[in-house]
């Protein structure tokens, strides 16, 4: 498996979380940055959080302070733990492995 596998997305209500998950093997796991993006209709697609192969983390200025990004080297797995949703926070999560390998994505609903 090479291409990254997300999973975890869906419906919330504002103020509630979710946690996002994207799988890979463990050469991509243990060699790459694994970035989160999101996506909506009719927009661009932006970077919500980072995290190297070292664990460094960076996030967007929207979801610092709500959003957590970590790796879990048992499992080749990076998680996006999302805290204290708000609907503008809908929209389609990508995960992103080194330059441009792509997950397929998986939705996350934010609404009452």
């Known amino acids: 498996q090479v291409q990254p596998v997300e999973s975890g997305g869906g419906l919330v209500q504002p103020g509630g979380s979710l946690r996002l998950s994207c799988t890979t093997n463990k050469i991509i796991f243990s060699a790459y940055t694994f970035g989160w993006y999101r996506q909506d209709p009719g927009k661009q697609r932006e970077l919500v959080a980072s995290?190297?192969?070292?664990?460094?983390?960076s996030y967007t200025d929207s979801v610092t302070g709500r959003f957590t990004i970590r790796r879990d080297n048992t499992k080749n797995t990076v998680y996006l733990q999302m805290d204290s949703l708000k609907p503008e926070d809908t929209a389609v999560y990508y995960c992103?492995?080194?330059?441009?390998?792509w997950g397929q994505g998986t939705l996350v609903t934010v609404s009452s």
């Open positions: 992103k492995a080194g330059q441009d390998l």
């Open positions: 995290i190297t192969n070292t664990g460094r983390t």
